[in-house]
T-cell receptor
Framework: DTEVTQTPKHLVMGMTNKKSLKCEQH?????MYWYKQKAKKPPELMFV???????INESVPSRFSPECPNSSLLNLHLHALQPEDSALYLC?????????????FGPGTRLTVT | ELKVEQNPLFLSMQEGKNYTIYCNYS?????LYWYRQDPGKSLESLFV?????AVKQEGRLMASLDTKARLSTLHITAAVHDLSATYFC???????????FGTGTRLKVLA
């Protein structure tokens, strides 16, 4: 099974809402990633979890809060977002942290903040 | 500042033609990845290049890596419409696990 799943596929939320994005993989990968991608731009790294611990936070605003409950699950909690946060949010996983490992991407969650 | 630049940014080509996309990066790394992204979709891994001089081929696409020149190429042979997509390279600077994506090349193959 080489699949990374993400839910929901689409999400529309108001600026006062709280919502969560979910990512799951069952490949035994020990590194998981959140990316944000705006239209016609490359993905931008947000967070990296390595062995269930947050190892990289790319200065992401606190209205985005990641969580890794176990080695297969990665959540992104959203609160008080701004319209400019509307984007495609991609989750990825790799066998381990480090440059040698190929990343597998999920299908993404398309987020619209109204 | 770390830069990963691709050129061209946009490429419109006729079916049957050959072309090369370039990926230049400004950091030390001997790992480079190529991805394809269709509109509204996620990223699909195409090639993983893990050493200087690495060359990989799949169908009409061939990727190579020159770590000394900090350059990777993605060569398209006899393009077909199905290759129309955006292609990204990504570099992981040595000693880190930050995947830094290039600017992307939007390819359109005209029938």
């Amino acid at each position: 099974d080489t699949e990374v799943t993400q839910t929901p596929k689409h999400l529309v939320m108001g600026m006062t809402n709280k919502k969560s994005l979910k990512c799951e993989q069952h490949m035994g990968h020990r590194a998981m990633y959140w990316y944000k991608q705006k239209a016609k731009k490359p993905p931008e790294l947000m967070f990296v979890y390595s062995y269930e611990k947050l190892s990289i936070n790319e200065s992401v605003p606190s209205r985005f809060s990641p969580e890794c409950p176990n080695s297969s699950l990665l959540n992104l909690h959203l609160h008080a977002l701004q319209p400019e946060d509307s984007a495609l949010y991609l989750c990825a996983s790799s066998q381990g942290p480090g440059e040698a490992y190929e990343q597998y991407f999920g299908p993404g969650t398309r987020l619209t903040v109204t | 500042e770390l830069k990963v630049e691709q050129n061209p940014l946009f490429l419109s080509m006729q079916e049957g033609k050959n072309y090369t996309i370039y990926c230049n990066y400004s950091t030390t790394s001997d790992r480079l990845y190529w991805y394809r992204q269709d509109p509204g979709k996620s990223l699909e891994s195409l090639f993983v290049l893990l050493s200087n001089g690495a060359v990989k081929q799949e169908g009409r696409l061939m990727a190579s890596l020159d770590t000394k020149a900090r350059l990777s190429t993605l060569h398209i042979t006899a393009a077909v419409h199905d290759l129309s997509a955006t292609y990204f390279c990504a570099v992981v600077p040595s000693g880190t696990y930050k995947y830094i994506f290039g600017t992307g090349t939007r390819l359109k193959v005209l029938a």
